[in-house]
T-cell receptor, first 114, second 115 residues
Framework: DGGITQSPKYLFRKEGQNVTLSCEQN?????MYWYRQDPGQGLRLIYY???????QKGDIAEGYSVSREKKESFPLTVTSAQKNPTAFYLC?????????????FGQGTRLTVV | AQSVTQLDSHVSVSEGTPVLLRCNYS??????LFWYVQHPNKGLQLLLK??????LVKGINGFEAEFKKSETSFHLTKPSAHMSDAAEYFC?????????????FGAGTRLFVKA
């Protein structure tokens, strides 16, 4: 089945540690995205990538890093510089970044800093 | 600059009654508009989208939305609510901006369905 897979579903991190969230898609989509979701707020864009080996900062990139070495994979690292990392993280992909294409979402990773 | 406002943070309906989730947007050009649904601790799923074709858009699960340019609205409706419709709904606007397309998510409306 084609889709987008995020792992793990739940993640706990100690303060001061970096942690990497996985996102894999087999939809052959060029564009991939990372969003952060906090209660009562819409999704906010962290990073996006339009093509392999290229990525751009979104609205809230500080404290995060990404890589896009393969078309299928777009991992997100939450660094110790991110002041408030506890949130629900959603990865998405689409055929392109033109505005009329639908995004396909993974099931999300809930990150909790303890 | 573009923006999207979901007018209600929570909506509660009884099963079998109509659903109305309101969304207003602002856009400089010709936007694409979407409604997504999110069930608890899940990703988002596309319900429907408007991309400058017919102004009345039909989606999955009996939902539909009407693009009203004069009112800058894209309200989501369903004639008869089902218990399985209880979820959070996001209105999304995507428009051409300097540097490319920009997509903005509304804050979401949580729909409660009472038996």
């Amino acid at each position: 089945d084609g889709g987008i897979t995020q792992s793990p579903k739940y993640l706990f991190r100690k303060e001061g540690q970096n942690v990497t969230l996985s996102c894999e898609q087999n939809l052959n989509h060029d564009a991939m995205y990372w969003y952060r979701q906090d209660p009562g707020q819409g999704l906010r864009l962290i990073y996006y990538s339009q093509i392999v080996n290229d990525f751009q900062k979104g609205d809230i990139a500080e404290g995060y890093s990404v890589s896009r070495e393969k078309k299928e994979s777009f991992p997100l690292t939450v660094t110790s510089a991110q002041k408030n990392p506890t949130a629900f993280y959603l990865c998405a992909s689409s055929t392109s970044t033109s505005g009329d294409t639908e995004a396909f979402f993974g099931q999300g990773t809930r990150l909790t800093v303890v | 600059a573009q923006s999207v406002t979901q007018l209600d943070s929570h909506v509660s309906v009884s099963e079998g009654t109509p659903v109305l989730l309101r969304c207003n947007y602002s856009s400089s050009y010709s936007p694409s508009l979407f409604w997504y649904v999110q069930h608890p601790n899940k990703g988002l799923q596309l319900l429907l989208k408007y991309t400058s074709a017919a102004t009345l858009v039909k989606g999955i699960n009996g939902f539909e939305a009407e693009f009203k340019k004069s009112e800058t609205s894209f309200h989501l409706t369903k004639p008869s609510a089902h218990m399985s419709d209880a979820a959070e709904y996001f209105c999304v606007v995507s428009d051409l901006n300097t540097g490319g397309f920009k997509t903005i998510f509304g804050a979401g409306t949580r729909l409660f369905v009472k038996a």
